[in-house]
């Protein structure tokens, strides 16, 4: 089926955004993807070229202030600001119920609108979204290294990440600055920590009443709470030669484990 590639006016809190999308049809609820900080919807394009998703209708679009979606004003971005603009996405695209998938920044923004609407999330795979302080260790940095340029901050960020020996950062960092605009950063990183450190994500993770998989690379497999989560019903993925960025450095494994947990959480029913 064709990829239909569109821009979306709509208005977040006074705000116009034009937002950038990817959809295609197909049969069933579509599974909408939320991609990370400094990251675009091209994350998971891929899929189009799954067969195991053959057939699935899915959405992907660039976060305001980032890739090739534009926001009046990008000092109002936080993630409160991105689960409302999700919503005003889906309620212009008219749809009702759908599958959640959402990496790092995308991964949290996807729990707060999973936890604020749960009747219209059929499954869950959260990519390392962050569900504890401990996850800050990309947005903590606008407080660990705080600056009132934000151009110098994004630049000195991207530094700092491509010399992380985690797997995959060079390759992200790279391309950092192209992907997101250096006024967004800090509205996006301090409702980040805010929301880790004080808004209770692990709890909320668990109380959401539909299947969901925590997905994560074999080199984060120390996270504190994945025995806390796993002994509440959450499903594991753990993603080998792989760190924060599975979809760049194993997006096989990926792609196959994200197909495995939509194959069996899917309902008979196929509208959904």
Known sequence: MELINEHLEVRVDGVSLDVATTRRHGEGAPIVFLHGFGSTKEDYLDIAHQASFAGRP???????????????????????????????????????????????????????LAHQEPDRVLSFVDIEGNVAPEDC???????????DDAEGFLVEFSERVRRSPS?????????????????????????MVDLSDHGDLTAKFLALPFPRMFMYGEENSSLSYLKTLAAGG???????????????????????????????????????
């Open 58 to 112: 899915f959405l992907v679009y660039d976060a305001p202030g980032c890739g090739e979606t534009s926001c009046a004003d990008l000092s109002r971005i936080s993630i409160p600001f991105l689960v409302k603009t999700a919503r005003a996405v889906l309620e212009r695209l008219g749809i009702p119920r759908f599958h959640l998938v959402g990496h790092s920044m995308g991964g949290l923004t996807a729990l707060m």
């Open 137 to 147: 260790f990309l947005s903590r940095q606008i407080v660990t290294h705080a600056s």
């Open 167 to 191: 797997s995959s950062s060079a390759l992200y960092a790279v391309s950092v600055r192209h992907k997101v605009r250096a006024g967004a950063v800090r509205g996006i990183f301090e409702s």
């Open 234 to 272: 959450v499903e594991l993925a753990e993603i080998p030669h792989s760190g924060h960025w599975p979809m760049y450095s194993h997006p096989v494994a990926m792609w196959e484990r994200i197909a495995a947990f939509h194959a069996l959480s899917r309902p008979l029913n196929p509208q959904i």
